[in-house]
């Protein structure tokens, strides 16, 4: 059996690998970190609080990890922000874009994982497969950028995506069955994404817990030949 910590527990998608994750036969326990207090785990599942943007709070969470779990071996990072706090939609154009818009959006989407990999990637054993994974975003990915817009989200997503390639090639380092990876979970059905879902057709949107279970079979098929990359919900490696 091994261990699993899943951050942004309390989101849709979060919300989601931590039911899946829980029913797995592997998994021996599980950390369920949100900003908010979750209310009671359950079987397996222990809860805790965390806020990305904050290294303290990430420090304090990762010392409890260190202490409760036997062998950590896979960290999912589900935290994430669309949209500055108090905008009713992400910028559409250079003219929204505010210092404190895209500085937030660093902080959290960017900054966040960053954080958490500082403090929870040296707890993972140093033989032997393990993973990091943090949801990105296609959006977040130059080389597929042909409609522009969004420019905080995008730019967030694009600094997350050189964090987790550099972090791959430090691991890797150490340890050549690592997997550390971005994750696109396809347009999902979340308070992320509801304002923007009228211009998807129904068949595109994937329910939380159909997205958490592709990614949790994509992350199953990934090697240490992988890591460094960002991979979408159905397997598929999409270019940074
Ligand atoms: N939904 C989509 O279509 C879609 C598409 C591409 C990528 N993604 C990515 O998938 C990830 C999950 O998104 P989702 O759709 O599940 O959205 P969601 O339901 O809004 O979940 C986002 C989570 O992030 C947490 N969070 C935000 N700031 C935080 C902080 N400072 N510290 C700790 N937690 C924080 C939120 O916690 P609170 O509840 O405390 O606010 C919430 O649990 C995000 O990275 C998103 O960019 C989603």
Redesign the pocket.
């Given at each position: 059996l091994s261990d699993a910590v899943v951050?942004?527990?309390?989101?849709?998608?979060?919300?989601?690998f931590v039911e899946l994750l829980a029913s797995r036969p592997g998994i021996g326990a599980l950390l369920a970190?949100?900003?908010?207090p979750l209310g009671h785990g359950g079987h397996k599942v222990r809860t805790g609080t965390?806020?990305?943007?904050?290294e303290a709070?990430v420090a304090d969470a990762a010392a409890r990890a260190e202490r409760e779990l036997a062998d950590l071996r896979l960290v999912i990072?589900?935290?994430?922000?669309?949209r500055g706090p108090g905008m009713p939609q992400p910028e559409k154009s250079w003219r929204h874009i505010t210092p404190e818009t895209l500085l937030e959006l660093y902080?959290?989407?960017a900054v966040?994982p960053a954080l958490v990999a500082k403090h929870f990637v040296p707890l993972l054993p140093r033989q032997g497969r393990v993973v990091f994974a943090?949801?990105?975003?296609?959006?977040g990915s130059i080389g597929d950028n042909s409609l522009g817009g969004w420019h905080g989200?995008r730019a967030s997503?694009a600094a997350l995506n050189m964090l987790i390639r550099n972090i791959a090639i430090e691991l890797g380092r150490k340890n050549d069955e690592a997997v550390v990876v971005g994750?696109?979970?396809?347009?999902?059905?979340?308070?992320?994404?509801r304002p923007f879902q009228g211009g998807v057709p129904e068949s595109r949107?994937?329910a939380?817990r159909e997205?958490a279970s592709r990614l949790l079979a994509t992350l199953d098929r990934l090697g240490g030949a992988d890591s460094g990359g960002l991979f979408a919900h159905d397997g598929a490696r999409l270019p940074y």
């Open positions: 951050i942004g527990a309390s989101g849709g998608i979060g919300s989601a970190l949100a900003r908010s965390i806020d990305v943007t904050d709070s990072v589900a935290t994430g922000m669309l902080r959290v989407n966040g943090a949801l990105s975003a296609r959006v989200y997503k994750l696109h979970p396809g347009t999902v059905d979340t308070e992320l994404s949107l994937l939380p997205s």
